[in-house]
């Protein structure tokens, strides 16, 4: 079965430099999560889409800005990177009308410098 | 303190025997309950979800809920080495997100 696809898996980037994660849903799904999972840490929520719209707003810093496309990929912006932000992140999607069973992708691990 | 609490483990448990995880969410509100598996450095796998009081199983895994002690369990029959990874409890209380435990390591040894 098809899963989450999210581009780059690996990303390494300067302080200040910006970056710009990619994600695409299963196919009919239409809701799309990020998810930041630090080391040793549990997966904290960040931002999700709902046809295009979003949905809900987590601990997503101001330097950070996601958004939903026609096709509902969705591409996760990050400006001024810090060292604190390294870390796995995850995309997940799901069903609108499934009650939030979300299946994540493998994730983009972001190395800060 | 947090939302949803788990014991770190680890949880050593001997092939073939069953392995018991057990989570706690502080939100009377919560409706929504899951479990996932993570292997280090991978993404979490959902591999049970369950929104009503009771029992809910499939193949292996049986999930328990009881709200009313606010209180969400798996089970994991005939542990297999290959289940060996960090189990997260995740709960939707309000909006989209799943808020998650911090995980409890699991050990199945041969």
């Known amino acids: 079965a098809a899963g989450v696809i999210q581009s780059p898996r690996h990303l390494i980037k300067e302080k200040r430099e910006t970056a710009t994660l990619k994600c695409y849903p299963i196919?009919?799904?239409?809701?799309v999560y990020w998810y930041q999972q630090g080391p040793g840490q549990d997966p904290q929520f960040l931002i999700s889409f709902y046809e295009k719209m979003q949905s809900d707003k987590g601990s997503i810093p101001d330097r950070f800005s996601a958004q939903q496309f026609s096709d509902y990929h969705s591409e996760l912006n990050m400006s001024s990177l810090e060292l604190g932000d390294s870390a796995l992140y995850f995309c997940?999607?799901?069903?609108?009308?499934?009650?939030?069973?979300?299946?994540f992708g493998p994730g983009t691990r972001l190395t800060v410098t | 303190q947090k939302e949803v609490e788990q014991n770190s483990g680890p949880l050593s448990v001997p092939e073939g025997a069953i392995a018991s995880l057990n989570c706690t969410y502080s939100d009377r509100g919560s409706q929504s309950f899951f479990w996932y598996r993570q292997y280090s450095g991978k993404s979490p796998e959902l591999i049970m979800s369950i929104y009503s009081n009771g029992d809910k199983e499939d193949g292996r895994f049986t999930a328990q809920l009881n709200k009313a002690s606010q209180y969400v369990s798996l089970l994991i029959r005939d542990s297999q080495p290959s289940d060996s990874a960090t189990y997260l409890c995740a709960v939707n209380t309000e909006g989209y997100a799943l808020n998650f435990g911090k995980g409890t390591s699991l050990l199945v040894t041969p």
């Open positions: 196919p009919r799904h239409d809701t």
């Open positions: 997940a999607s799901s069903l609108s009308g499934q009650p939030y069973e979300q299946y």
